[in-house]
């Protein structure tokens, strides 16, 4: 988002408009609401094909500059095995889709936005995923393949639901909270550089 409004300056006066959020989500926590709220308050009006090829380049430079090693080498034994890549992510459906497809992913699952003339409108179509709504999509991916030969890779403690789903959960790089946690409930966790 910020190297979107960085090419339209003008919108991040907008991000004033999501202060009422802000405080509400101190109360709340409803990451959701809050998301929605910066969304609806900054990005209304931009067009698919702009996002798109924002997308595309935030991709492309996050992935050469930003993605651990061992993530794409375990993302590539994956592909070389045969497994169904599903990307599941709470981050909103105008990017993450180039993430899949740019790293091979085979299904994503993102926090859907809404749409009005080929233009962003801001409003979330799908529950925000992340944590147990992570967890059903999860299930439901399982169980419409009919596979439980299931690894998941997650990296906070809003993943723990849907990774002590798995046969094969993990969670990589967690803070010690997240850590604790995922010992607690049997996840194995992991360092990747």
């Known amino acids: 988002m910020l190297r979107l409004l960085s090419?339209?300056?003008s919108r991040l006066?907008?991000?004033?408009?999501?202060?009422?959020?802000?405080?509400?989500?101190?109360?709340?926590?409803?990451r959701g609401a809050l998301k929605q709220s910066l969304l609806r308050?900054?990005?209304?009006?931009?067009?698919?094909?702009e996002?798109?090829?924002?997308?595309?380049?935030?991709?492309?430079?996050?992935?050469?500059?930003?993605?651990?090693?061992?993530?794409l080498a375990t993302l590539?034994?994956?592909?070389?095995?045969?497994?169904?890549?599903?990307?599941?992510?709470a981050s909103a459906d105008f990017y993450v889709p180039e993430f899949g497809r740019q790293l091979g992913f085979d299904q994503v699952i993102s926090t859907g936005v809404a749409w009005k003339n080929e233009e962003i409108e801001g409003t979330l179509t799908t529950a925000n995923r992340r944590g147990e709504e992570k967890a059903r999509c999860f299930e439901?991916?399982?169980?419409?393949?009919?596979?439980?030969?299931?690894f998941a890779y997650g990296n906070s403690d809003s993943d723990l639901p849907h990774l002590k789903l798995?046969?094969?959960g993990l969670l990589v790089n967690g803070g010690p909270a997240a850590r604790r946690a995922a010992a607690s409930l049997g996840v194995p966790t992991a360092e990747w550089t």
Request: proline share 5%; net charge positive.
């Open 13 to 30: 006066f907008r991000l004033l408009r999501v202060v009422p959020a802000v405080v509400r989500f101190v109360f709340d926590r409803d």
């Open 140 to 150: 439901q991916v399982v169980a419409a393949r009919n596979d439980t030969h299931t």
């Open 41 to 49: 308050a900054t990005m209304p009006g931009i067009p698919r094909e």
């Open 76 to 89: 590539r034994r994956h592909r070389e095995q045969g497994h169904y890549l599903v990307l599941m992510s």
């Open 51 to 71: 996002l798109e090829l924002v997308s595309r380049q935030f991709v492309t430079d996050t992935i050469a500059q930003r993605c651990f090693a061992d993530a």
């Open 166 to 168: 798995a046969r094969f």
């Open 7 to 9: 090419r339209r300056p």
